[in-house]
């Protein structure tokens, strides 16, 4: 299939000057890069990002949609948005990182796995920038958004506002103590990884519902695991290897 080129789709360069008179010819600064240059804002450039998505196993077609719906380069820096589509980690200040569109996308189908229509109420341990909690809108009825930097919660929070996502709760504290007046919950999908999966997290899971968070194995790598919380108990699955900033306690 012959694909379309990514970007810059409709790089606007601006119209040439006209030729003043007699003046010497002089190059013109490049115009700042800004997103709406960059045609970010068309779907095509998502579309694309999903085809890979599709193309390395994600199968769900609810992750898929909501892949396509969420617009990735808004929660990014903007000199990085030209990244902002590739199959990429990105540093969103404050020493953390806002992870590939792979693994957003693999944990949330993880998360989903066994359900149909919409999930429940989520809670995701990490905010971040924000990014995941707007994918998670499109899937759950209510998504409960804990983060331990102030700095990226206010950013999270200005991130999503013109978004207007009525069923996404930000809140500001350490997220290995859950959020208990949130649950039960359905899900919960951590975005750092800690030594262990915190009780406080299997308690607030409703029956019937799933843990979805990177874990340091013993050998010291992380690996994703999945709780899954049945009527006779618990069951834990080790899943492949993962690079997620550490869960850490308190707030900063
Ligand atoms: N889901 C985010 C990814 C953020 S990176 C996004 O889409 O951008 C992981 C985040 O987890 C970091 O912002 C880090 O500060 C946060 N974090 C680490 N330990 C935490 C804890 N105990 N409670 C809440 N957030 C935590």
Redesign the pocket.
Known sequence: MNRRPGFPARLDLGTPAPAAKAAPARVQPAPPLAPQGLGLDSQAVRTRMVDKLAAQGVRDPRVLAAMGAVERHR?VDSALVNQAYEDTSLP?G??????KPNV?ARMVELLLAGTEGQLGRVL????????????LARVAREVY?????RG?HDK?RDNLRPLRLANVHLLF?????GFARGGPYAGI????G?EAVPTAWVEQLAVGGRIVAPTVMPGGQQALVVVEKGPSGLRQTVLEAVH?????????
């Open positions: 929660f969103i404050l020493g953390q990182t806002i992870s957003v995701e341990v990490g905010t971040g920038c924000g990014y995941q909690a707007a994918v958004s804990i983060e331990r930097l990226l999270a504290g350490d997220g290995m103590q999908i951590a975005a750092a800690g997620f900033v550490p869960l850490k306690s308190g707030v900063a």
